[in-house]
DNA sequence: CAATTGACGATAC
DNA sequence: GGTATCGCCAATT
């Protein structure tokens, strides 16, 4: 049961869908555990059509910093953040506090 | 069809 | 230690 797929987008959605609530994963996270560690821009790019996608928490994706460099993406100017402080998690000027104690590990978790 | 951009990250300087 | 540049690969222009 292998599902390779080699639909690095859809691996990328798989993931995301796996996330938590009230936690929080990077970009390159993602990508590495796909085995694309210097491919994190395509997950932002993945996560670009994960508006298609129905149950892609793209707002529990942020970039290593803990910084929401994606809201501009969403429907409103603070959606993503408001979404993140209603699952508990603080953010301060598009920053996540405490980034690294929300932090997902995919590796951790799902390995 | 070639060049540019893009929700990032790491390395070089 | 902060700034600058390269690498990734796909989509848009």
Not at 36 to 49: D, F, K, L, P
Not at 50 to 61: C, D, K, Q
Not at 79 to 87: G, I, R, V
Request: aromatic share 10%; glycine share 10%; net charge neutral.
């Amino acid at each position: 049961m292998n599902e390779e797929n080699s639909n690095f987008f859809q691996k990328v959605y798989e993931v995301a869908k796996l996330i938590p609530y009230g936690r929080v994963t990077t970009y390159g996270a993602i990508a590495k555990y796909l085995g694309a560690a210097r491919s994190a821009r395509m997950v932002g790019w993945a996560m670009n059509g994960s508006h298609n996608m129905p149950g892609i928490p793209a707002h529990r994706v942020v970039n290593k910093i803990g910084l929401l460099t994606g809201k501009h993406h969403f429907d409103g100017t603070n959606l993503m953040q408001q979404l993140l402080e209603s699952e508990g998690i603080q953010v301060v000027d598009n920053q996540i506090i405490d980034f690294e104690k929300h932090f997902w590990d995919p590796f951790k978790e799902l390995s």
